[in-house]
């Protein structure tokens, strides 16, 4: 991981580096929590270490008033950037803008809030990521009017008897070069806070049918992240994944067609049928590009009290296989 800030560094310049970039963090998000402090400054460190370290931090930035708390409707704590922290950054050569009012007005941002904490941790392990709000502004910085793109995938949604196209979006993106340096692989995140409709079951299974192709932004969708907030929810996107996979494995594998094995639970692997490289032109054969994963959001981090009479370190954290996904073994 590549973003931690080291101990080794002196305090006070330490302080200053936590300081700085995690007011960075509520202008560029313009609503965090401390887990999000904790995974952007300490994401080296053991978990209890880790958010010891944030808490001490953001204590300091909300008394000298460059951060402010707030409490929302889920009762979650969280910060907004105020103008003495504008002013903070600024006299530091940094552009920044209040967030304060927005985040007063927030009664449940906790999607946008699991979103960026995904970002985050992508980061963390040395990946660029997005949050779908600053993957839209990269796909649209150039365009006007009616060539603004709208999704980053293009999709036949099925419901019944009937089917529309739809413009698919990701809640948050994460990109990696692949080793040949030949293609730019694409992970895409669904936050899923409730469970989905039939419309919305229907989407994340055209999704998952598109793993291996190539998306809006020229990249390569290569894995796809369902996060759900609970085991029920989780559940039923497993549900939906394990019928599609039901479904496809009944049918022979040619072009256009998926094939999905669940190789450990939660996980499956996608087998298409794709051109081979360097060999004849034209012939085909079965080949795995990609995966899907279904997990659940570590909800028990942001809600961790550290104390001397703490035992154990909490599951999910950087030093396991489940930041920002679990990857296939």
Same mark, same amino acid.
């Given at each position: 991981?590549?973003?931690?800030?080291?101990?080794?560094?002196?305090?006070?310049?330490?302080?200053?580096?936590?300081?700085? %970039?995690?007011? !960075?963090?509520?202008? %560029?998000?313009?609503?965090?929590?401390?887990?999000?402090?904790?995974?952007?400054?300490?994401?080296?460190?053991?978990?209890?270490?880790?958010?010891?370290?944030?808490?001490?931090?953001?204590?300091?930035?909300?008394? /000298?008033?460059?951060?402010?708390?707030? #409490? $929302?409707?889920?009762?979650?704590?969280?910060?907004? !950037?105020?103008?003495?922290?504008?002013?903070?950054?600024? @006299?530091?050569?940094?552009?920044?803008?209040?967030?304060?009012?927005?985040?007063?007005?927030?009664?449940?941002?906790?999607?946008?809030?699991?979103?960026?904490?995904?970002?985050?941790?992508?980061?963390?392990?040395? !990946?660029?990521?997005?949050?779908?709000?600053?993957?839209?502004?990269?796909?649209?910085?150039?365009?006007?009017?009616?060539?603004?793109?709208?999704?980053? !995938?293009?999709?036949?949604? @099925?419901?019944?008897? @009937?089917? @529309?196209?739809?413009?698919?979006?990701?809640?948050?993106?994460?990109?990696?070069?692949?080793?040949? /340096? $030949?293609?730019?692989? +694409?992970?895409?995140?669904?936050?899923?806070?409730?469970? %989905?409709?039939?419309?919305?079951?229907?989407?994340?299974?055209?999704?998952?049918?598109?793993?291996?192709?190539?998306? $809006?932004?020229? +990249?390569?969708? %290569?894995?796809?992240?369902?996060?759900?907030?609970?085991?029920?929810?989780?559940?039923?996107?497993?549900a939906?994944?394990?019928?599609?996979?039901k479904?496809q494995?009944?049918?022979?594998?040619?072009? /256009? #067609?998926?094939?999905?094995?669940?190789?450990?639970?939660?996980?499956f692997?996608?087998?298409?049928f794709?051109?081979?490289?360097?060999?004849?032109?034209?012939?085909?054969?079965?080949?795995?590009?990609?995966h899907?994963?279904?997990?659940?959001?570590?909800?028990?981090?942001?809600?961790?009290?550290? +104390?001397?009479?703490?035992? $154990?370190?909490?599951?999910g954290?950087?030093?396991?296989?489940?930041?920002?996904?679990?990857?296939?073994?």
């Amino acid at each position: 991981m590549s973003r931690g800030l080291s101990k080794e560094i002196p305090t006070t310049i330490l302080q200053t580096l936590i300081c700085e %970039r995690a007011l !960075l963090l509520a202008n %560029r998000f313009r609503v965090i929590r401390t887990i999000d402090v904790a995974v952007a400054c300490f994401a080296e460190r053991p978990f209890k270490a880790a958010l010891t370290a944030a808490q001490r931090a953001m204590r300091g930035m909300v008394k /000298g008033k460059l951060l402010k708390r707030y #409490r $929302t409707d889920r009762f979650q704590t969280v910060y907004g !950037l105020t103008q003495k922290g504008v002013d903070w950054l600024e @006299s530091r050569g940094k552009e920044a803008a209040s967030s304060v009012r927005r985040v007063s007005d927030m009664s449940n941002p906790e999607h946008r809030l699991w979103a960026q904490f995904l970002v985050l941790a992508s980061e963390a392990r040395g !990946l660029a990521a997005l949050t779908e709000q600053e993957l839209l502004q990269e796909l649209n910085r150039s365009k006007t009017g009616k060539s603004m793109v709208q999704g980053l !995938l293009k999709v036949n949604v @099925s419901t019944g008897s @009937s089917g @529309s196209w739809v413009n698919l979006r990701p809640d948050a993106v994460c990109r990696e070069r692949t080793s040949g /340096g $030949t293609e730019v692989a +694409t992970t895409w995140f669904e936050v899923d806070r409730s469970k %989905r409709g039939a419309n919305r079951e229907a989407a994340l299974a055209a999704l998952a049918m598109r793993v291996g192709s190539t998306l $809006t932004d020229g +990249t390569v969708l %290569r894995t796809v992240v369902v996060c759900a907030r609970t085991e029920r929810i989780q559940q039923r996107a497993l549900a939906v994944i394990r019928n599609l996979a039901k479904v496809q494995g009944e049918l022979v594998l040619i072009e /256009g #067609r998926r094939h999905f094995e669940e190789v450990e639970p939660g996980v499956f692997t996608v087998t298409a049928f794709v051109e081979t490289k360097g060999g004849k032109r034209g012939a085909m054969a079965d080949a795995v590009v990609g995966h899907v994963v279904v997990q659940l959001l570590p909800t028990w981090l942001p809600k961790a009290r550290v +104390t001397s009479e703490s035992q $154990t370190e909490l599951p999910g954290w950087f030093d396991e296989n489940y930041l920002p996904y679990r990857l296939p073994g």
